[in-house]
Structure formats: structure tokens, C-alpha cells
């Protein structure tokens, strides 16, 4: 409902759903827009986390193997933490459609800013500049500069032109609920008639908590907030759809 809302009308309503939905509107190449919701500090972190983790098992299965060969090993060991540290994210990121094994455990993936897939070159470039991230110490500079922006970039997101988002879950799309029916009290507007309509189909995916946050927006048209305001605008979605 927000984010139809939001793409067509101006209305303070509108704009409040923009808000709560946290979801940024992305154009492609193909002139096709795109709502992602953009990934947070808090959860980039846990998949940072996780990400080092396995890096760190990879290292410690390789430095008890590379031990066998005494002093000779020091050399072919060092290569491959070169390689897992610097490496690891960048393959993954392009290779796996932006996800490495952290993102994908936390519903996480890297995209260009336009929403294609993210490039050789960009998954080096922000994995590069993970050592100004991390400047002057645990990744300060980089957690600061992601609450700054409304994307939730660090400094080598933004120089990359790339964004984290949470994958798109996958949903079967459903039917408005069927209940009775209620003429709107005010005559509305097309988009807000789709509006409607669309809140009524995604509602059985929500909570009632957020359901009711939602519908508390269209207060104005139903006057109600709650669960009551919630029915009210499964009857307005009825009646818009004929069920009457």
C-alpha cells in the first residue's frame, strides 16, 4: 500500500508509508522502477561476522596442513590468506548473484545502484576500500557513514556505486480477502483505489501488528484505527473489486 501510494501521490499519508516501509525506489537500465529495501548496519555486521568466520576455518584447516611442510609452508600460506581475505567476498559477490555465504545466511546481496548485478570491478573497488571502512578502528569510519546515508552505505558502497539489500521474499500472490463489501465515504483517485486494493492482497502476509500500523495511515477515509480500521479497508478493497 505504501509504496504504491508513494509512487504516484503526494499526500502526508503517503509519505508517512514511504517511511515505515524503509524501501528505496531504484530505476533500472530498462526504465523499470524497483523498490529494495535497503540493508541496515546491524545486519551487514552479522554477515561480515559469519563471512570471517569461515575465513578463518579456511586458515586454520590450510596452516595445519602448510605445517607439515616446516618452513617451506610460510610462503604458500601467506598466499592463501592473501587470497581468503581479499578474495573470498569479491568471488562470491559476482559469482553468487552479490551474496556471500554471510549475506546469504542473513537474506542479504550486493546490487548496483541502478539494480543490476554487481561487477568485477565494483565488488573490488568496495572490497578495496574496506580498509578505509574500518578506519580508525573497528569499522568506525564506515558505520558512520552508513547511518549518514539514506541508503545505508559505507564509504566503499558509495565510491563502487553499489547497495546492500535484503532479498525479495518470495510470496504467492493471493486474493484480497472476501468479506462484505463498503462503499468508500469519499470518492477516490485510481492510484488510491490500486492502493487499496494492493494493501488488501499483501495484508494476509503481515502481522496484525503491522497491518493495523498500516491501515492506521488510511484513518482519514475509514475513520477507525486498529483492527477496526484494518476491516474497514478490507471492505472498501471488496467493494472496489465488485464483491457487492
Not at 610462503?75 to 581468503?84: A, K, Q, S, T
Amino acid at each position: 500500500m505504501a509504496n504504491n501510494v508513494s509512487a504516484h501521490a503526494p499526500s502526508p499519508n503517503s509519505r508517512s508509508a514511504a517511511v515505515l516501509d524503509t524501501y528505496r525506489e531504484v530505476v533500472t537500465p530498462e526504465g523499470v522502477a524497483l523498490h529494495l529495501p535497503a540493508a541496515g548496519p546491524v545486519p551487514r555486521a552479522l554477515a561480515w561476522a559469519i563471512d570471517l568466520a569461515i575465513r578463518m576455518v579456511v586458515l586454520s584447516i590450510v596452516s595445519m596442513v602448510v605445517a607439515l611442510l616446516g618452513v617451506a609452508g610460510y610462503g604458500p600460506y601467506l598466499i592463501v590468506m592473501f587470497v581468503v581475505f581479499w578474495f573470498y567476498p569479491v568471488l562470491f559477490e559476482v559469482l553468487d548473484h552479490g551474496r556471500t555465504p554471510g549475506k546469504r545466511a542473513l537474506g542479504l546481496r550486493v546490487i548496483a545502484a541502478n539494480g543490476a548485478p554487481v561487477g568485477w570491478l565494483a565488488a573490488f573497488i568496495r572490497n578495496l576500500l574496506r580498509t578505509v571502512d574500518m578506519l580508525p578502528f573497528g569499522y568506525a569510519a564506515g558505520l558512520v557513514a552508513s547511518l549518514a546515508d539514506p541508503w545505508g552505505r559505507r564509504l566503499g558502497d558509495m565510491v563502487a556505486g553499489t547497495l546492500v539489500v535484503h532479498d525479495a521474499r518470495q510470496h504467492e500472490p493471493q486474493a484480497a480477502p472476501v468479506g462484505v463489501a463498503l462503499a468508500p465515504a469519499v470518492a477516490l483517485l485510481p492510484h488510491e483505489q490500486a492502493a487499496l486494493v494492493a494493501f488488501a492482497e499483501r495484508g494476509p502476509q503481515l502481522t496484525q501488528e503491522r497491518q493495523a500500523e498500516l491501515a492506521d495511515l488510511a484513518e482519514p477515509l475509514v475513520q477507525a484505527r486498529g483492527t477496526l480500521a484494518v476491516a474497514r479497508l478490507y471492505g472498501v478493497a471488496n467493494w472496489l473489486l465488485g464483491r457487492r
